[in-house]
């Protein structure tokens, strides 16, 4: 004769029935399912950082990767407004002037600081940002990503081979970010002095989207001596 599980188990299963018998102060099955829900969430948006974080890191060139304040010249920060600029500053930053000055330098000192903050950074040159908002493009959430991280990098504007199909995509990159008040940076060449720069951004993208781009925001002019090593001897 088989004996039943149960009659071996002698006063378990009228012990385990004390310890999980509902009190006042157990959790209902609502709470319990909100709360699995909140950690479900948390989960998601930790995963969520950490592939944000990871495409910023294989995005960022390499030279750029340990950039910060403490490399640049008093040149590339004058007054201290790059090393303040995320903590004080306007919502916007175009970083102007002649090649070799330090302007991406100086831009990806202050990307790497606020990634290093956890705090969501998209960079991209504009000539890359135009190929990935195409569609045919790989890149499928780049307008959304553009658009809605906390910063985003616009680096070498004005490189970029400029169509009336790139001015509609840059018209609404710029003005998503101007409505929703969200922090950009802009490196472009230009003539030594602010007003030369936003004229030479004008006569090439036309004074909407210039407007867009320093909406609430300033434009430095990086002029001093070149900054890139040129090795002549090996």
Request: aromatic content about 8%; charged content about 25%; proline content about 6%.
């Amino acid at each position: 004769m088989t004996t039943p599980i149960r009659a071996t188990l002698g006063d378990w299963p009228t012990r385990a029935a004390s310890n999980t018998t509902p009190t006042t102060n157990s959790p209902t099955l609502a709470e319990l399912q909100a709360e699995a829900d909140r950690r479900e969430m948390d989960a998601i948006r930790a995963r969520q950082a950490a592939n944000r974080a990871i495409v910023y890191t294989r995005r960022r060139p390499t030279r750029y990767a340990n950039a910060t304040y403490n490399q640049l010249t008093p040149a590339q920060n004058p007054d201290g407004k790059i090393t303040r600029w995320w903590d004080h500053g306007p919502r916007a930053l175009v970083l102007a002037g002649p090649a070799r000055t330090g302007k991406t330098t100086a831009a990806y000192a202050i990307a790497n600081d606020v990634h290093n903050r956890d705090t969501w950074v998209t960079v991209w040159t504009a000539a890359d940002l135009s190929a990935a908002l195409k569609p045919d493009s790989t890149e499928p959430f780049a307008y959304d990503y553009a658009t809605t991280c906390p910063l985003l990098v616009l680096d070498d504007l004005g490189r970029e081979r400029v169509t009336d199909w790139w001015l509609e995509q840059l018209q609404r990159v710029v003005d998503a970010r101007c409505a929703h008040q969200r922090r950009l940076i802009v490196t472009t060449n230009s003539a030594p002095n602010a007003d030369a720069a936003y004229d030479d951004l004008a006569t090439r993208y036309g004074h909407p989207v210039v407007e867009r781009l320093i909406d609430d925001g300033g434009v430095l002019v990086l002029d001093g001596p070149a900054v890139r090593r040129v090795v002549n001897q090996w």
